[in-house]
């Protein structure tokens, strides 16, 4: 049974910081690709940032310079670091990990169950 679990939403001014984390557990071969997505009300899931098992990563445009995806691979978490906040950042965050259960075979993916970050202006 794989979990993902995300912390650290919550409340935070315009110009304000939060970070989020993402913890993978269960009996699994490796993690891949980890992504943070977003889904405001009333709009669909868009994909945030992205970080792979060589550390590469990607960014949408929208928060290209002010988010940092980063992962501890001893912890099988992911974070994500918000800086410089925007109420149209406001959102349920989601994790989805991409994990192999043996060293050969196909993917698999699991979504956490989100965390709410509101940005107030």
């Known amino acids: 049974q794989v979990q993902v679990v995300e912390s650290g939403g919550g409340l935070v001014q315009a110009g304000g910081s939060l970070r989020l984390s993402c913890e993978v557990s269960?009996?699994?071969?490796?993690?891949?690709?980890m992504d943070w997505y977003r889904q405001a009300p009333g709009k669909q899931r868009e994909l945030v940032a992205r970080?792979?098992?060589?550390?590469?990563?990607n960014y949408a445009d929208f928060v290209k310079g002010r988010f940092t995806v980063s992962r501890d691979n001893a912890k099988n978490t992911v974070y994500l670091q918000m800086n410089s906040l925007k109420p149209e950042d406001t959102a349920v965050y989601y994790c989805?990990?991409?994990?192999?259960?043996?060293?050969?075979?196909?993917?698999?993916?699991?979504w956490g169950q989100g965390t709410q970050v509101t940005v107030s202006s």
């Open positions: 989805n990990a991409e994990v192999n259960f043996k060293s050969a075979g196909p993917a698999w993916s699991y």
């Open positions: 269960g009996i699994i071969f490796k993690i891949n690709a």
């Open positions: 970080i792979r098992s060589d550390d590469s990563t």
